[in-house]
């Protein structure tokens, strides 16, 4: 694993093996190369993708989503913990610093989701963009394919669900609108902390928690049904932040909340050590501790039904200050239900 020291506006400075190939590049000999391998600065590189489909259907029953579709892979947020980074292995790159700055953009995104709606097979069920990296990452400002796939939404009249840690969701307001006013819309944020100096170092790239504060208040004024994910949640960096955040969210306007708690599979486990090393030495002992009392022993876990939510004494810690949280502050709220019953298979132009 080639390693710097912590680079401003990443999550990570490590590039991680991929466990997928055989051979991988390495300098020893820094010294003797005549440029550097890295700039102190690597800069945000797009890889444009001619993907044949969009819409993946969600096996996991931890998630709460049946259909998700992602226009990008790969992350320029830079979130230390991201579960998604091991999918940068199957490109050929790597889970630490390639996730973060090597963005693949799937440009036919909202031709594909229309063919995709046009099957006629298809029942209509709501798709979740950013069930694995985030659709409105900073390259959607340029290029937007999100904004283009909630036309698509809003042209057939289909559910779909939002989850962001970017408040670049309120340029769409105008469709947001639109969808809500059927409900066909669902917007979730992300939000892990109030600490902006953590969320510096944890999650560079996305939002502060106060931006995010105020989306809520304005999706929720234009009547657009908004939700938190309070996720994922770290022993000893952030879980006592649980009762604030969830305060906060509902004084906003948020009508629920959910969460997860971290795991740390694959080289996810060496990132994440190593930003502790970076950021929280006198913690690391403690921290690693207790995500591995959450999973068994271990910092990673796969087991469907318990992974996400985890098991054992800080777990149950974690599940009764958000039941408690939630009880408190959101009690008799919540997200309205999807409408599917005016899906226009032909889009603006049916007439029957």
């Known amino acids: 694993m080639e390693s710097t020291g912590p680079i401003k506006g990443r999550g990570t400075s490590l590039n991680t093996k991929n466990r997928y190939l055989r051979q991988h590049i390495a300098y020893d000999h820094p010294e003797g190369l005549d440029e550097p391998m890295e700039s102190d600065k690597p800069e945000t590189e797009l890889f444009f993708d001619s993907a044949a489909n969009i819409v993946n259907k969600v096996t996991s029953p931890d998630v709460g989503m049946m259909y998700s579709a992602n226009p990008y892979q790969g992350c ?12 940068h292995e ?3 790159w790597n889970a630490g610093l390639d996730f973060e700055r090597k963005i693949i953009v799937k440009k036919d995104a909202p031709l594909l989701l229309e063919k995709f709606l046009l099957q006629k097979s298809w029942i209509p069920q709501p798709i979740v963009l ?16 999100t904004r283009k796939m909630l036309e698509v939404f809003a042209k ?42 953590l969320r510096r170092v944890m999650e560079p790239r996305t939002a502060t928690s106060n931006r995010k ?48 708690v971290v795991r740390l599979n694959g080289p996810i486990g060496d990132i994440f050590k190593k930003w502790l ?24 876990d796969s087991e469907w039904g318990v992974r ?45």
Not at 321 to 346: D, W
Request: charged share 20%; aromatic share 10%.
């Open 90 to 92: 199957y490109w050929g």
């Open 213 to 260: 504060f105020e989306a809520i208040s304005e999706l929720t004024k234009a009547g657009v049904p908004v939700g938190i994910m309070n996720a994922p949640l770290i022993p000893g960096i952030n879980h006592h932040e649980i009762p604030a955040i969830i305060r906060a969210a509902a004084n906003a306007g948020a009508r629920s909340a959910g969460y997860t």
């Open 308 to 352: 996400i939510k985890g098991q054992g004494n800080f777990a149950d810690i974690i599940s009764r200050m958000f039941r408690l949280s939630k009880e408190k502050y959101m009690a008799g709220m919540s997200m309205p239900p999807y409408n599917t019953g005016i899906f226009r298979k032909g889009g603006n132009f049916r007439l029957f």
């Open 156 to 197: 057939y009249r289909h559910p779909v669900g939002i989850i962001t840690k970017n408040t670049t969701v309120l340029r769409d307001l105008d469709i947001l609108k639109d969808l809500a006013a059927d409900n066909l819309v669902h917007v979730y944020f992300s939000i892990t902390t109030l600490n902006e100096d």
């Open 76 to 87: 320029e947020h830079g979130c230390v913990y991201c579960y998604a980074r091991n999918t």
């Open 130 to 145: 950013s069930g694995n990296t985030d659709c409105y990452q900073p390259v959607e400002q340029k290029l937007k394919l």
């Open 277 to 300: 090393a970076d950021h929280y030495p006198d913690r690391i002992h403690k921290v690693i501790n207790q995500i591995s009392d959450m999973h068994g022993g271990k910092v990673n």
